[in-house]
């Protein structure tokens, strides 16, 4: 692992490229909270966080809700991209501005120029909460990358291989991270640990997580 900005300090962002097709962009997103926080809520007034069940009956711990032409929905009858909300069955709200250009800038920064995301799941954890190993592949088309900002307490995230049997990295991904990885990474397995419990200046006991996609 390498550091790109040679001196970075601890205030500033900077980026480290994990492998050939991930970069972990630390604290990208912070300068951007305010207004990442502020289209969260407006979002969850028209869509609001649920826990979905599982295809095996299980109830996923995180809470998740969606913004985008395309959001990821599971249940008992599998996982899934759905064009709307099958809690309201209205379309899902809109992608914000200001998620679209942290995304297609982290994504153009790690080396994916003209990324246009047209999913956004949205996960909030609460302390215990966790995301077992699993690939991002419901989505269309693995050309694009995948990018996840991270919002509020830290978490370990598990970023693995290609096959499930290899022994995933733990990183410690903070508030305001951003990892972005596609091309040959595109279909890793990652997860992320129980949150641990703590109190965030912004979020209070909670992770905030958004996983930028093109699924369709
Ligand atoms: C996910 O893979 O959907 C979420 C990962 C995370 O919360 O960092
Ligand atoms: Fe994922």
Not at 10 to 32: F, M, R
Not at 181 to 194: F, I, N, Q
Request: glycine share 12%; hydrophobic share 40%; aromatic share 10%.
């Amino acid at each position: 692992m390498t550091a790109d900005l040679f001196g970075a300090q601890d205030d500033q962002p900077w980026a480290e490229h994990l492998s050939a097709g991930t970069v972990w962009h630390h604290g990208l997103a912070v300068k951007h909270e305010v207004q990442l926080m502020t289209a969260i809520a407006d979002i969850e007034r028209q869509a609001g966080f649920r826990h979905m069940v599982t295809p095996g009956g299980f109830r996923m711990s995180a809470a998740m809700t969606n913004c985008g032409q395309f959001g990821w929905v599971t249940d008992q009858g599998g996982y899934r991209y759905a064009e709307s909300d099958p809690q309201t069955g209205k379309v899902w709200p809109d992608i914000p501005e200001c998620f679209l250009t942290l995304a297609s800038a982290a994504a153009a920064q790690s080396g994916y120029p003209g990324f246009q995301p047209d999913a956004c799941l949205i996960n909030r954890y609460e302390v215990g909460s966790r995301m077992s190993l699993h690939q991002d592949k419901n989505e269309q088309d693995f050309s694009a990358p995948i990018v996840s900002v991270s919002l509020g307490l830290p978490v370990q995230f598990q970023f693995g291989g290609l096959t499930r049997k290899e022994r995933p990295a733990r990183l410690t991904l903070e508030h305001g991270d951003v990892i972005v990885w596609g091309g040959p990474d595109r279909l890793r397995y990652h997860g992320v640990g129980a949150l641990k419990s703590g109190e965030h200046r912004l979020l209070g006991a909670c992770r905030i997580n958004l996983t930028f996609r093109k699924a369709g």
